[in-house]
């Protein structure tokens, strides 16, 4: 009779731990890798759209210039925001993990509007320094220049590269880094260049709400005929990008609940065929005076040990295939993988932990039922 060590009795069957083993361990990694992917793109969608939005709420001229009253309704209320200046909304785009193009926004401001939402956002000049008012110069952010392969000296715009959709030729001056992905550049220059008003809010207004005022800022805002004008708040921005993501996220989970249900069903029948396998072994223990409880206990000790190591393992290989692409693709695009994170442990750990309820229903049902004399005499 073979052991029921279950470290012996998996040594002495190499093959058939790994047929239970291997199949756990592939689903740990395929799951934990599509959430590590999945993750990284969604936290780099919210750097970019939603969390710039925190600090502020906009009106941009879309196929309109913005009303004077409707300018003049907001400059009014002094008591309900911080600060209030025109810009104008322009947008680099770059590679994502999955999606293609991310489209990064570039607040064409004032100089000295620009040192304060950098101040406001929390962002920092890790090179260079700021556009000079009035000239054709950018201060790009970090991400969006390592994506793109550029450093501080050189150009971006269309007429650099005709992919590019920020008009003109703009020279990098400076490099900026920081939670929100944003760039700047001077609204004097586009102001000359178009031969419009400096102080003019027609194009653009940017809204900087006190802190226990913002959700009536907003709620004005929302309430405001918006046709021909592109209004954002936070709010409509992060629900905006729930709603988009919402699709993903449900793709996501049903293929985790298919992986989850194939695994399961399997280990459910290869449990069945190794309980059966092993019939005589537990017969025999039974006859010299093991309980059925304490047959199970063995079983559970193994299928956990089993499960444990390949969420061990299969986590742990997921974090090196993050890695390596890392190395290999992402780190040098500016967009790193999320390797390590509560919810892929959680979704990974769930394989194994549905793995172990599955396979010991067989087990103790044939365990349950078992007639060791039967077994003994060979007539089952």
Known sequence: MKPLSTAEHYLRNKRKFLFIFIPVVLSIIIVYVI???????FSLVERTYVEPQKYYSSIAAKTKVINQDLIDSILKRKTEYEKVFPWVAHYTYFDGIIEKNIGSKVFTVKQDDMKWLISKMNLKIIAGRLPAAGTN???LHKTVAD???LKLGDSIGSSVSKTESLEGKKNIVGLIDGKSIVS??????????????QDDYSTGIIIVPKENKRNDIEHILEETDSQGLDLRTYDIISRRNKNDGSNITIIITIINIS??????LCAGFISYININQRRSEFGILSAIG???QEIVNRLISEICLVNLTALVLGTLFSISIGE???LLIFTGKGTPLILIDPDFLIQAACIPLFVCIFALVPAWNTLRN???VAVLEGLV
């Open 35 to 41: 959430q590590m992917l999945i993750s990284s793109e």
């Open 137 to 139: 110069e950018i201060l």
């Open 147 to 149: 994506n793109k392969k």
């Open 184 to 197: 700047f550049d001077s609204l004097e220059y586009f102001m000359d260049l178009n031969q419009v008003d």
């Open 259 to 264: 992986i989850l249900i194939i695994i399961t």
């Open 290 to 292: 093991y309980t059925s």
């Open 324 to 326: 390596v692409l890392n």
């Open 370 to 372: 078992l007639d060791p």
